[in-house]
Structures are given as C-alpha cells and as structure tokens.
C-alpha cells in the first residue's frame, strides 16, 4: 500500500491553469462552465481514493515520482488541426502533463442524451483515463500502442475496485475507450 506521504506528492503536483491569452477567444458563458469543468476535474483526480489508485500503478510500472514534473488541469479545450479533441498530452523529457477538457457544444449534447448522472460520470471517467494514459507515457514515451492497452487495463483495475456497482460502468468505457460509439449515438460534430 502506498502511505500518506507518497499520495500526497502526486496530488500536490497538480494544479488547474488557465491560458490567459485564450480567455478573450470565449464568452461569459464558456468561460464560467469551463472553470467550473476543470475545477470538477481537478477535485476528482485529487481523491484519496484515485490518488491511492495512482501511487500503486505508478509502484508497479517502477514510474518515479520525480519523473511527474506536474500535472496541470487545463481549463479551455485543445482542438487538433484535424478539428479532434484532445484529452491530454505528455511531455516526457520535462514531466509535464496536461489534461483537456471536452467542449462545452459536446458536453450539452451528451447531458442532453443521457441525463446528468451518466454525464458527470463520463467527465470524471474520461478525466481519470487521460491522467493515467499520460502519466504511463513517461515510461512507454512514444508506444502509443502499449500505453493505450495498459491504460484499458488500469482503468478497468481501477473501476473495478470502486465498491459502488454502476450501471452505466461498461457504457462509458465504451464511450471512453471506442469514441465512435459516442459519434454514433449522439452524431454529435466537434
Ligand atoms: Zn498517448
């Protein structure tokens, strides 16, 4: 089991950062549910119970903790040239880590098609999935393939673990981890 000590030190590593210069590319309204998005975020990749969770991946896949320069929590979206979204990124040689949320445009659709109990459990699950997927390319650098199955198999180890049986456990891994299923069901473009 990992103690207080080694929890404490990949949590206090984290923050949420805000790029400034892109505040003025947002409205009132994007900016207020983005803030709210990454601090939701922010708290939920700081439980005790998924930062434990951590500790012990981290042990296992020999991942030091000096490696995790720190992690930020970013607040406004990352849109790729190919017009996808991005959930996180990892830069290897610095240990920096960035996790990205999900537009709002996205976000509405999904709350409307499945209600706010699936959506906040997607938001959380996909936050979770991107941080261990990033912190597992400090090991496996650029096997996108070997950090992609491995991070299925944490997430699942993780899922599993959590005593609260969910019925809408197995859809969003789905969502998460086939995001055509998403594409499918809400035909939603981002
Ligand atoms: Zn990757």
């Not at 930020?72 to 849109?79: A, G, I, M, S, W």
């Not at 198999?153 to 456990?169: C, M």
Request: hydrophobic share 35%; with cysteine.
């Amino acid at each position: 089991m990992p103690t207080l000590a080694e929890i404490y030190s990949v949590s206090k590593k984290m923050k949420i950062t805000v790029h400034t210069e892109k505040l003025g590319e947002f409205s009132q309204k994007h900016v207020g549910f983005y803030m709210k998005y990454a601090s939701f975020v922010f708290r939920t990749l700081r439980r005790p119970s998924f930062q434990k969770f951590l500790c012990w991946m981290l042990r296992k896949e020999n991942i030091e903790e000096p490696m995790i320069r720190d992690v930020h929590v970013r607040v406004f979206p990352f849109q790729r040239k190919n017009g996808n979204g991005l959930a996180g990124n990892c830069s290897t040689n610095e240990g920096k880590i960035q996790i990205f949320p999900k537009t709002l445009k996205f976000c509405q659709k999904l709350r409307q098609k499945f209600g706010k109990d699936k959506f906040i459990l997607y938001v959380r699950s996909r936050a979770r999935a991107a941080l261990i997927h990033e912190l597992l390319h400090l090991k496996y650098a650029n096997d996108e393939e070997k950090v992609r199955e491995l991070t299925k198999e944490y997430f699942a180890v993780f899922t599993q673990n959590r005593s609260t049986q969910n019925s809408h456990v197995s859809s969003i891994y789905n969502m998460i981890f086939k995001p055509e299923a998403i594409k499918n069901t809400i035909e939603y473009v981002d």
